[in-house]
């Protein structure tokens, strides 16, 4: 799938949007979160423009994937001892930008349930 030209997320990809960049490879980028809710606080994406998480893993496991392994990596090289992994789908979610991304929260001890 193209990148979408009016997504903050693509704009980002792109360079054509600052961000914060801690990981990049041919299928993700993450960066760190600009309203952070844990000292380490990344959003893993896909570099193709697909909805949400439910859609990616229709378009490519292989990408979905890569999200979980890049998030893996981004804990291991913070030190995170424990961390969690949230993809919001849907507005009544939570979701406010429409281009699927894994939100990767470390760093504090994390409550459940979540909410």
């Known amino acids: 799938m193209a990148l979408d030209p009016t997504c903050i997320f693509c704009k980002i990809i792109q360079g054509d949007i600052p961000a914060d960049i801690v990981y990049r490879d041919e299928s993700v980028v993450a960066f760190n979160d600009l309203n952070p809710q844990a000292p380490t606080h990344v959003l893993v994406i896909p570099t193709i423009h697909t909805p949400n998480a439910s859609e990616l893993a229709k378009i490519s496991p292989t ?32 979701q406010s930008v429409f281009h699927a991304h894994l939100h990767l929260l470390g760093g504090r001890g994390l409550a459940w349930p979540p909410g």
């Open 63 to 94: 990408i979905l994937a890569a999200i979980f392994s890049a998030a893996s990596s981004i804990a291991g090289d913070r030190g995170l001892d424990g961390y969690r992994t949230v993809f919001n789908t849907g507005e009544s979610a939570g």
